[in-house]
């Protein structure tokens, strides 16, 4: 079942000479469940995309429907929505709320979003995620593979439809970045979740469902290599 479609998406920045094109007429569709790695040099637009269907940033053009929604038709109050519900993003520098601690800053989205706290999944996610005796640590007195943890309990917290993670194990060291890795690809075996991350790591794309090559704006290959989701 497809939950992502992206049709004719542009984005450019500047006018005239100074037009930068940083996506230029993409197309593409991920199913539900997928592990997508989206690959390419230092200002692709891989970033860029990754903001746009989490809907952080706006298309100059072009169209991304989630589950069937087209996102950007909607008004600023319901993106907002849409941004606390149906995404979750998880930075490579982690992003987290400095006064708060570990499970303060996970449940921040639904807080933000004035829902209850399901004790349960939380518990779960600290327990996956290995928080549990770091409940009430600050960010501060946290190794950056912890921050992280926190920064993807806070991306899960909420059962999206699709995690985008942004470079998620580029601040780690290797055992850490794999340790990371997994934890999201466990997310997307347990719950069905749809994992789209943006990575230089070659070992990390090897391991994805369906890779994306972008180059200039542009993508140069979109290659499903596992067809049994």
Do not use: W
């Amino acid at each position: 079942m497809e939950i992502l479609r992206v049709e004719n998406l542009c984005k450019t920045y500047g006018s005239g000479d100074n037009l930068v094109r940083a996506l230029d007429n993409v197309s593409f569709s991920v199913l539900k469940g997928e592990f997508v790695a989206i690959v390419g040099p230092s200002g692709s637009g891989k970033s860029t995309l990754l903001h746009i269907l989490g809907g952080v940033d706006t298309p100059t053009s072009g169209k991304v429907y989630v589950g069937g929604k087209d996102v950007y038709a909607q008004n600023a109050d319901q993106l907002a929505v849409f941004r606390r519900r149906q995404v979750g993003l998880v930075y490579q520098f982690y992003n987290l709320i400095p006064v708060l601690n570990v499970v303060e800053n996970i449940t921040l989205p639904l807080l933000m979003d004035g829902r209850e706290v399901n004790q349960e999944r939380l518990n779960e996610l600290l327990d996956v995620l290995k928080l549990k005796d770091r409940q009430k640590h600050l960010p501060n007195q946290l190794s950056g593979g912890q921050q992280q943890r926190v920064s993807i309990g806070r991306a899960l917290i909420n059962a999206p439809a699709i995690v985008l993670a942004d470079e998620p194990t580029g601040n780690l060291d290797s055992k850490n970045s794999h340790e990371i890795m997994e934890l999201l690809k466990f997310s997307n075996r347990k719950y069905n979740q749809t994992l789209i991350v943006i990575t230089h790591d070659e070992n990390i794309a090897i391991q994805a469902d369906h890779l994306i090559a972008i180059e200039d704006g542009r993508i140069i290959k979109d290659e499903i290599r596992r067809l049994d989701r």
